[in-house]
Nanobody
Framework: QVQLVESGGGLVQAGGSMRLSCAPAGSFLGFTHMTWYRQAPGKQQRELVASITHGGVSTYDDSVKDRFTIGFFDPENRAWLQMDSLQPADTGVYYC???????????????WGQGIQVTVSS
């Protein structure tokens, strides 16, 4: 199964911006949904941050609405998450998922990134 590679995390001050990116490491046919999740420190559950369909319909958690923007670059099946006006509460490990197919004869699966740390200092 192809792996998703995430990039762009790190440390930023409150009020700053950061952009996360995620793409399949190998051959990938296409996707129907891309989603970013966040796992806050000390919490076991991952919460949905933002999601987008291949048709461009996006949804956001209320806590990030008007601050985060999700998008994709179709030729690379690359997902990105632009995060502005970052707050310490945005700190966590961010995971991208892509629902899609590696090849036309294969089933549609949910592919997960390895997770990337985002730390927002106050």
């Amino acid at each position: 199964q192809v792996q998703l590679v995430e990039s762009g995390g790190g440390l930023v001050q409150a009020g700053g911006s950061m952009r996360l990116s995620c793409a399949p490491a190998g051959s990938f046919l296409g996707f129907t949904h891309m989603t970013w999740y966040r796992q806050a420190p000390g919490k076991q559950q991952r919460e949905l941050v933002a999601s987008i369909t291949h048709g461009g319909v996006s949804t956001y958690d209320d806590s990030v609405k008007d601050r985060f923007t999700i998008g994709f670059f179709d030729p690379e099946n690359r997902a990105w998450l632009q995060m502005d006006s970052l707050q310490p509460a945005d700190t966590g490990v961010y995971y991208c998922t892509i629902k899609g197919k590696e090849a036309s004869h294969l089933p549609e699966l949910d592919y997960w990134g390895q997770g990337i740390q985002v730390t927002v200092s106050s």
